[in-house]
């Protein structure tokens, strides 16, 4: 896809380039939100994607600001061993732009890409913790609802939730 403007002055584009490995540990790191393990799984999948191609399994939507920097991604592919099911890995806004809607429309376009694959479904897991309240207002904003908790998942008291949205 080539780049296509936004209604905000972002750029949005879906083919991966190498810079986005750097670009991407940047964004989740400067986001606060997630610890050197989970920041160093959101690279692995850009450089998965990087090496791989579309085999990978891992599609990814950006949103570049007007000067050309990374302001928020998503990543997302489908489920193996399923007819339809995708899941969403990865969405992240960078702080300075989070509230204007970015995270709106990395939503729905990666929810038109999954239909055009085909997909049925969009699972989103994430954790029970209080931390995570602002991201779960986001997927219930976004029309998802939780389908399945997965008692002390994560650790003790710490549930994993599954989200779903069905297309
Ligand atoms: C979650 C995140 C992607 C949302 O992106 P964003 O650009 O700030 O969200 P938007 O401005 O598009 O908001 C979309 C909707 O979600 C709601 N929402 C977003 N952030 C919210 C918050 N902190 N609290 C409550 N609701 C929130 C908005 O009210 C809006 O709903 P509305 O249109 O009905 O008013 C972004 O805040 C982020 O990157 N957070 C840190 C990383 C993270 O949690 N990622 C998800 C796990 S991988």
């Not at 896809?1 to 940047?26: F, G, L």
């Not at 990543?75 to 193996?80: E, K, S, Y």
């Amino acid at each position: 896809m080539s780049n296509t403007k936004t209604s905000h002055p972002m750029s949005r584009r879906n083919d991966v380039h190498q810079s986005d490995i750097a670009a991407v540990r940047q964004l989740v790191i400067d986001t606060g939100f997630f610890r050197p393990d989970e920041i160093e799984i959101a690279v692995e999948l850009v450089e998965e994607r990087l090496t791989k191609g579309v085999a990978s399994g891992y599609h990814f939507e950006f949103l570049d600001d007007s000067d050309g920097k990374l302001a928020g991604y998503a990543c997302f592919g489908p489920i193996a061993c399923t007819i339809g099911s995708f899941d969403l890995y990865w969405i992240a806004v960078h702080p300075s732009h989070q509230g204007h809607g970015l995270g709106r429309e990395l939503m729905t376009t990666t929810e038109s890409r999954v239909r055009a694959l085909n997909g049925r479904r969009i699972y989103i897991e994430t954790s029970s913790q209080p931390k995570y309240e602002s991201t779960r207002r986001f997927y219930v904003a976004s029309g998802y609802s939780i389908d399945a908790t997965i008692r002390d998942f994560y650790a003790p008291g710490d549930d994993k939730l599954i989200y779903v949205r069905a297309l």
